[in-house]
């Protein structure tokens, strides 16, 4: 994820991201970036790439409330960023520190994610999840959708029941 121009925007995104904001419900985006610590791109490219994404939102009308990123993995080679974090998904700390930031009930949240480990978080804090990309998750509670903008209107009916 290091790069700009690595940046691929997936075709309704932008536009499920507004109808949550519409909405009125907080969002967040939650990252493993372990190439920090593995030394492909720094933390300064991790924020260039945010700002990138940020800026196409704005674009159409939507916007993330809250990004977190995790740096840290024990098999790093930049010393600082070398070791075992709670914040590294699964684990639950950028879930508890999007909490905290943004006032959730982490057990009436929503996990999208396209990785076993997005899927394993939300089990971790309680939350709905659905899983995105090809194929399914198979576990109860893990809705399967080909994408952000399909799975949008299925999570925006269950929260604003």
Same mark, same amino acid.
């Given at each position: 994820?290091?790069?700009? @121009?690595?940046? @691929? ?19 967040? %985006? %939650?990252?493993? /970036? ?18 990138? &994404? ?11 409330? !809250? $990004?977190?990123?995790?740096? $840290? ?19 639950? *700390?950028?879930?508890?520190?999007? =909490?905290? =930031? ?18 394993? !978080?939300?089990?971790?804090? *309680? ?20 994408? !952000? ?5 299925? &999570? !925006?009916?269950?929260?604003? /029941?």
């Amino acid at each position: 994820m290091g790069s700009v @121009e690595r940046v @691929e925007f997936i075709p309704g995104a932008a536009e499920a991201i507004a109808a949550f904001n519409q909405a009125g419900i907080p969002v967040a %985006v %939650v990252t493993n /970036q372990s190439g920090v610590a593995r030394g492909y791109y720094g933390i300064s490219d991790v924020d260039a790439v945010h700002d990138h &994404i940020a800026g196409w939102l704005a674009g159409h009308g939507a916007w993330i409330d !809250l $990004y977190l990123f995790c740096p $840290y993995h024990p098999d790093g080679v930049v010393e600082r960023y070398v070791r075992r974090s709670e914040d590294r998904k699964p684990g639950l *700390g950028m879930a508890r520190a999007a =909490a905290a =930031a943004l006032n959730l009930d982490l057990g009436a949240s929503w996990v999208v994610g396209d990785r076993p480990e997005d899927m394993e !978080l939300a089990a971790g804090i *309680g939350a709905s999840a659905v899983y995105v990309g090809s194929g399914s998750y198979d576990r109860p509670g893990v809705w399967s959708y080909a994408s !952000l903008a399909a799975a949008a209107p299925f &999570i !925006l009916e269950r929260i604003t /029941q």
